[in-house]
């Protein structure tokens, strides 16, 4: 581990989006604890150039090769630039960096992570996608390493603090809170109406789209009792999940004896990577601290796991495991990119991904070959159902 005097030297994958400015933004404020030392951006040329520039970055990579020319003009000669999943990788292996933050989108940062823990990194795991997919294979990976797997998503991070320290044995439950999403209150037969303006409104966080839409079907949650699944080796039917709208009460551990311990701040995403990039240490920030006197209240319902049925799917693929959750993980993010498209109404992301999810063959203990195929496979089917 670095010394605290260091600053730990951090890759960021998708530095680009909301969750890579959030990283960005902790850089600045933390200077003495957290240095980047690589960026990786699927296509924003301007945006990936101007924190080259910021940053003094020598290493970058553009996933998407025909930004390359464009992105070459904008940064000084010596910074090295990749491109493609072959660029990313290079970049989740530098031989300077302590940590890999992984803040693409969706599966494509799989290979990197992968990567960055074969070459003995820290990985710190936005992309709950890639947990859901694969997490049996990323977690065996890093214990068989000895790295750890850091988690950025609110949630797992809130989890992971009231966790530290604890007697695994002692746990009973592990309870995720949800914010609800947009259509918390919208009765069943609205849902069908929703659109594509109104499902990207979410009451509480500023996201990217795509996890945007899964909060407002609710699928986020589900993928995120899987990824807590794996994260804390624990099976499902001991992940639940609250809806919580203010997103004050990031989640929380309940243990045997009945107590339960939460973890608390105002919803900024830049707590939980700050945590995640100078754990187990704490330093100070400029952040919003909490003011108790000005919370006028905390409230806390039971999910409608009728009406929002993305919960129930992935409770089933958690408990089902093998390909399932992949074949879930892939169904959601085609069906969702339809929906963006407006190609398809906001039931049919979870009418769609059910249907995929039910003409799956599910493979126990699938092979990373096995798993890569089904997501594959999902694709197809997606595409083929919605025409
Ligand atoms: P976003 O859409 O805002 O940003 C995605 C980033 O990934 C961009 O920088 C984009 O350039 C990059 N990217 C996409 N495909 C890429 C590729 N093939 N190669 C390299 N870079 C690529 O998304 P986001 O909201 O920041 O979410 C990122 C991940 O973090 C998602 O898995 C999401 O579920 C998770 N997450 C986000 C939040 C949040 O507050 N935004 C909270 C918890 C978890
Ligand atoms: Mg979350």
New binding site residues.
Partial sequence: MAESSNPKKVVV????????E?SLKVARDIPDRMQLVGL?????VDALAAQIGEFGIKQG?L?DPTGLDRLTSQVPDDVMLHTG?DG?VELATLPEADIVLI????V??LRPALAAIEAGKDIAV????ILVMAGEAVMTAAREKGVNVLP???EHNAIFQCLEGKNPKDVSRLILTASGGPFRELPADGLARVTRAQALKHPT????????I?SATLF?KG?EMIEARWLFDIEMARVDAIVHPQSIVHSMVEFIDGSILAQLSTPD?CFPIQYAVTWPERVPNTLEPLDFAELSRLDFEAPRWDDFPALGLARLAGETGGTLPAVMNAANEVAVSAFLKEAIAFPEIWETVGETMEGHETIAKPTLEEIIDADEWARRKVIQLIG
Avoid: H, P
Wanted: aromatic content about 4%; proline content about 0%; glycine content about 14%.
């Fill in positions: 994958l998708g530095s680009t989006g909301s969750i890579g959030s990786a951006a699927n296509s924003s990579c996933y999943e990313l803040a693409i989108v969706g494509a940062g936005a992309s709950k996608e950025v998503d609110s966080w500023e996201m990217g789209q795509k996890i945007t899964d986020n993928l995403m």
